[in-house]
C-alpha cells in the first residue's frame, strides 16, 4: 500500500512496511487519526529532517505502488492441504482480502488476515482439503477484484494480473478532516517507542479522503 505525503518543503510516496499494533495497543484503533512514521529519507522530502520534529500540516492520499510485472503469490511456512499461510506481493494496490477456493468446491473461504505481517491464512486442517489446483480471489481495498488459478502451492505463483490503478483525486490535500502528522522516525520519541506513542501511529488500516 502506498501513499503520497505532502508537507510544507514538497512530496514524496511511501510504501507501508508494517502497520500499528492494534491489538496489543487501543490508540491504534483511534479511526480520527491517520499517522505516519517515516525515515528520515522520506521525511527529508517533504520537511526538513533535522530540524522539525513532527508536521501537522500535510497532506496525504492513498497512490498506486510504483511496481512492474504482475501480483505475485507467497506460500511461506511450509503449506499443505489443509494449511495455507498466503502473501500477496507486487501488487499495485494493498490486499484487503482472500478467499480460497479448491477445484470441486461450491463457494470460496475467506483467510483469516495478520494486520501486521500483512499475510493471509487458510486452516482447514481436518475439513474441506485442497486437492490438487485451486483459486485465490484477492480483493483490493479499492474493490477491484483478481482472481487467479493456482497449480501447486509448493512455489511462488505469479497471478498473470494485475489490480488498476487508484482513481486519482485532484482536490487539494492539505489539512485534511484526519488531522494528520507525519513522523520522523530517526528521532527518538518521548515515550522510548517509536511504534506507540502519540506521534507515531504509522497507519490505520481505514482509507480517509482528503
Known amino acids: 500500500q502506498c501513499f503520497e505525503i505532502v508537507g510544507p518543503k514538497?512530496?514524496?510516496i511511501v510504501t507501508v512496511v508494517s502497520y500499528c499494533?492494534?491489538?496489543?495497543?487501543?490508540?491504534c484503533s483511534n479511526p480520527n487519526k491517520a499517522h505516519f512514521s517515516?525515515?528520515?529519507?522520506?521525511?527529508?522530502?517533504?520537511a526538513?529532517?533535522?530540524?522539525?520534529?513532527?508536521?501537522n500540516d500535510l497532506g496525504y492520499r492513498q497512490v498506486s505502488c510504483p511496481?512492474?510485472?504482475?501480483?505475485?503469490?507467497?506460500?511461506p511456512n511450509t503449506p499443505n492441504a489443509g494449511y495455507l499461510p498466503i502473501l500477496p506481493?507486487?501488487?499495485r494496490i494493498a490486499v484487503s482480502t482472500v478467499e480460497v477456493k479448491g477445484s470441486s468446491w461450491a463457494n470460496y473461504e475467506m483467510a483469516t488476515r495478520d494486520t501486521n505481517?500483512?499475510?493471509?491464512?487458510?486452516?482447514?486442517?481436518?475439513?474441506?482439503?485442497?486437492?490438487?489446483?485451486?483459486?485465490?480471489?484477492?480483493?483490493?481495498?479499492?474493490?477491484?477484484?483478481?482472481?487467479?488459478?493456482?497449480?501447486?502451492y509448493s512455489s511462488t505463483h505469479n497471478s498473470d494480473k494485475q489490480f488498476s490503478d487508484v482513481p486519482e483525486v485532484t482536490a487539494d490535500c492539505r489539512l485534511g478532516v484526519a488531522s494528520p502528522v507525519i513522523f520522523?522516525?530517526?528521532?527518538?520519541?518521548?515515550?522510548?517507542?517509536?511504534?506507540?506513542?502519540?506521534?507515531?501511529f504509522l497507519l490505520i488500516s481505514k482509507i480517509i479522503d482528503p
Not at 517515516?38 to 517533504?46: K, R
Not at 510485472?69 to 506460500?75: E, L, N, P, T
Open 184 to 200: 520522523n522516525s530517526a528521532v527518538a520519541s518521548p515515550l522510548g517507542d517509536n511504534w506507540v506513542d502519540d506521534y507515531s
Open 89 to 91: 506481493f507486487n501488487a
Open 21 to 27: 499494533p492494534r491489538d496489543s495497543d487501543t490508540r
Open 38 to 46: 517515516l525515515s528520515s529519507a522520506a521525511f527529508n522530502q517533504v
Open 67 to 75: 511496481v512492474s510485472g504482475d501480483v505475485s503469490v507467497a506460500f
Open 117 to 152: 505481517s500483512g499475510r493471509f491464512t487458510w486452516n482447514k486442517r481436518t475439513s474441506n482439503q485442497l486437492s490438487g489446483s485451486f483459486s485465490l480471489r484477492l480483493t483490493a481495498n479499492t474493490g477491484g477484484k483478481l482472481v487467479t488459478v493456482v497449480s501447486s
Open 48 to 55: 526538513n529532517a533535522t530540524t522539525d520534529f513532527l508536521i
Open 10 to 12: 514538497g512530496s514524496t
